[in-house]
């Protein structure tokens, strides 16, 4: 079955970073997409990253909201993806999910981003 776990979330002041990690099973990896959500406590889940898979390997796409802060990867012999968080923002403040879609939406359970001064 798909399975998600993140790890890397944490305590951070502002303007200090955060590597997240998702490890990924159950599904051929390097051929899907993979995506970082958050959400803020009391807000919509937010979609905030793209990593391309299969045919779009290599193609990224961020949310205005984090596009020249945070950067994505992956690694397909590991099954895994990467955000690299830097400049870190209170409003960053959130859980962060790694996503996939296959025939539907799975997430990992999220880790705690909390960016306090």
């Known amino acids: 079955q798909v399975q998600l776990v993140e790890s890397g979330g944490g305590l951070v002041q502002p303007g200090g970073s955060l590597n997240l990690s998702c490890t990924a099973s159950g599904f051929p990896f390097s051929s899907y997409t993979m995506m970082w959500d958050r959400q803020a406590q009391g807000g919509k889940r937010e979609l905030i990253a793209h990593i391309g898979g299969g045919s779009n390997t290599g193609r990224i796409v961020y949310a205005d909201s984090v596009r020249g802060r945070f950067t994505a990867s992956r690694d397909n012999a590991k099954n895994m993806v990467f955000l690299q968080m830097n400049d870190l923002k209170p409003e960053d403040t959130a859980v962060y999910y790694c996503?996939?879609?296959?025939?539907?939406?799975?997430w990992g359970q999220g880790t705690q981003v909390t960016v306090f001064s």
């Open positions: 996503r996939v879609y296959i025939q539907r939406d799975y």
